[in-house]
């Protein structure tokens, strides 16, 4: 058995409403606003509506495609921050663009065009998948990437992944419970509940395009930068490193600690207990072997990008 409890008091909380509370997990049920309106910075995005669609589009020198649940939250702040300079925001906040989620059964599609003026040193970012840099159609693609822009992304370990998206349902259905929005009174959403709908999305998905490992790898080659969420210290250290051209960092210990707090959304990945069968059931995923491929992808990747400062001491485990 695996340990990564949830709160007692999540549970306590979580367990007064919804009929079905596994629902939390749906991708129907995810966040599917399209940007805030509050949006100001040097750059900020423009909306284009058309007749079936909506298209965001960004004007930046560096995107950041951010995978939900990889710690992408913290780099956007850490930008925000000015602590990754010269890399400065397009427009702030940065986390609330997405152009992954659906809207009802379609995408958000977001095109980046590179600028011809001061922010070509911004960073704009939106929730998406690096997949989607790969076209279905000429009128199909969910992400449009003018050369010369370039892309960040994040990778997680796929187990510490779905803890993670499993605790941060939870906690977004408590938080529902407190602002009493829920639907109804029945149970908390439990880990069965998430893997059940895991494998539902999986065989729906498994036969598109997008979730093959040819596409999901493709995309990840276009990256600049890859970084990974276990290693997120020495992955920051590879992005400054990029950024200015030149060393960061040294192998000194203290020298790979991140310089930001960890954003959470309130959950508890650390109270997580996945027995052997709930490993079993995941790892027959046909994602979760397509993830495998892009961790083992991404961690050389962040081996190859130490080395050319000389800091490949950094992925040296104990």
């Not at 994602?287 to 961690?299: D, G, Q, T």
Request: glycine letters at 6%; charged letters at 20%.
């Amino acid at each position: 058995m695996l340990k990564a409890p949830l709160s007692a008091a999540i549970i306590a909380v979580a367990a007064v409403a919804c009929a079905d509370a596994n629902d939390i997990f749906s991708p129907h049920v995810q966040k599917t606003g399209i940007m805030d309106p509050n949006h100001q910075g040097i750059s900020p995005p423009r909306i284009i509506t058309k007749p079936d669609d909506v298209v965001v589009e960004f004007t930046a020198g560096w995107y950041f495609v951010h995978s939900p649940k990889t710690g992408g939250e913290t780099l956007t702040m850490m930008v925000e921050k000015g602590e990754l300079s010269p890399l400065v925001p397009c427009f702030t906040p940065l986390h609330t663009t997405l152009c992954h989620t659906p809207r009802t059964t379609k995408y958000n599609q977001c095109r980046v065009r590179l600028p011809m003026s001061d922010a070509v040193g911004c960073m704009a970012s939106a929730e998406g998948n690096p997949a989607s840099l790969n076209p279905l159609g000429s009128a199909d693609r969910l992400l449009i990437v003018d050369p010369g822009v370039k892309l960040l992304t994040l990778v997680r370990e796929p187990m510490l992944y779905h803890i993670s998206a499993y605790a941060h349902g939870v906690a977004r259905y408590a938080r529902e419970v407190l602002r009493n929005r829920t639907r109804s009174v029945e149970s908390a959403p439990s880990l069965q509940g998430y893997i059940r709908q895991m494998e539902k999305k999986d065989e729906l998905e498994k036969h598109e395009p997008r979730a093959s490992a040819a596409w999901q790898l493709d995309g990840l080659k276009r990256m600049t930068w890859i970084g990974v969420t276990e290693f997120y210290g020495q992955s920051i250290c590879a992005l400054r490193s990029i950024l200015h051209e030149k060393p960061m960092c040294s192998c000194a210990i203290q020298a790979v600690n991140q310089t930001s707090t960890h954003q959470t959304h309130g959950t508890h990945p650390d109270d997580v207990t996945l027995t052997g069968d709930d490993l079993k059931r995941l790892k027959s995923l046909h994602s979760w072997r397509v993830e495998s491929l892009k961790y083992a992808f991404a961690l050389t990747h962040l081996n190859a990008t130490l080395a050319k400062f000389n800091l490949s001491c950094l992925l040296e485990l104990p």
